[in-house]
């Protein structure tokens, strides 16, 4: 039975995981921020001492994209310093860990899917933390994965699967950006990869690209997601260009699956994972 501690558990992905638990190969132990704030070096240190865990999940991170423009400090503290924080207390106590990181590590100038091997260069503040967390995590660890996932929703916290269900039970009409082009991910699917990884306990450590299959903008991620709830009501949406914010966004980020699929077999399209979630709301 390996050991397993989530950081971040109350997160969309911590959640999910923890759906998905009680699973008989693993002995899961989370810790939301409250229980563990991952900037806090002894707390780490503490709760990995006497543990024998063999893998962490980091879940955690400073994931408002808008927000780190103003709070980069929050972020670099949270993504950067706080992922260096666990790969030391990983590499002190052996255990193996799991990153997850982002598309948004990319500037979006690429016209195909990114590989594990592309050169990263953000273009917001939040890429830029995350990618710092993942040069530490490579500079202070030898065993460990780093996932890079997009556009995650899941049943829990806030996502845009949920925000446009919402809006549309409310019978509000929306306008959707088309100048964004990325992969939906469901937590869900996420999930069976990190356990995947565990449970197989073979594959070779570095990074790995996890979305689900295909490619779409934003509108046609609200259209499917429409489509799937009341198809009545696809007319609430319309397309925009794009809209001002504060942080850029890479116009397109895909990631490759290529070298995933050779370790995991049950991707799904990103519109079949639409559509599960979709029944379970
Ligand atoms: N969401 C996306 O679309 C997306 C896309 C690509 C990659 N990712 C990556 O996927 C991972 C999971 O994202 P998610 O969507 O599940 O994020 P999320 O729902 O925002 O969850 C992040 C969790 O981290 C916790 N946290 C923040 N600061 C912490 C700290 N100092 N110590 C311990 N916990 C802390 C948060 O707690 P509080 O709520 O109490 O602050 C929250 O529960 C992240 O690494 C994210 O960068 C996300």
């Not at 530490?136 to 065993?143: P, R, S």
Request: charged share 30%; hydrophobic share 35%; net charge positive.
């Amino acid at each position: 039975m390996k050991k397993v501690i989530v950081l971040g558990s109350n997160g969309q992905l911590g959640m999910t995981i923890k759906d998905l638990t009680p699973r008989e190969t693993l002995e899961l132990s989370f810790f939301s921020r409250k229980d563990l704030d991952i900037t806090d070096r002894n707390k780490l240190t503490k709760a990995f001492k006497h543990a024998d865990f063999d893998y962490c999940i980091n879940c955690a991170a400073y994931t408002n994209v808008e927000g780190a423009e103003t709070n980069i400090e929050d972020a670099f503290l949270i993504n950067a310093e706080g992922a260096k924080n666990i790969a030391k207390v990983c590499k002190a106590y052996q255990v193996k860990l799991i990153h997850i990181s982002t598309d948004y590590v990319f500037d979006g100038k690429k016209l195909k899917p990114y590989t594990t091997i592309d050169t990263p260069n953000p273009i917001n503040e939040y890429g830029k933390s995350k990618l710092q967390g993942e040069l530490y995590v490579q500079e202070k660890l030898k065993e460990y994965y780093i996932i890079r996932t997009s556009w995650l929703y899941s049943l829990h916290g806030k996502n845009f699967l949920k925000t446009i269900i919402s809006k549309i039970k409310n019978d509000e009409t929306l306008s959707i950006t088309t100048g964004e082009e990325g992969t939906p991910t469901s937590c869900l699917d996420l999930s069976a990869f990190i356990f995947h990884i565990i449970e197989t306990d073979k594959l070779p450590y570095g990074i790995y690209n996890f979305s689900a299959k295909g490619s779409t903008t934003w509108f046609r991620f609200a259209k499917e997601i429409v489509r799937n709830l009341d198809a009545e009501k696809l007319d609430k949406i319309s397309p925009v260009e794009s809209f001002k914010t504060l942080a850029k966004r890479p116009k397109y980020s895909v990631l490759s699956l290529n070298k995933t699929k050779r370790y995991f077999e049950e991707l799904s399209t990103w519109q079949k994972s639409v559509r599960i979630m979709v029944k379970k709301i």
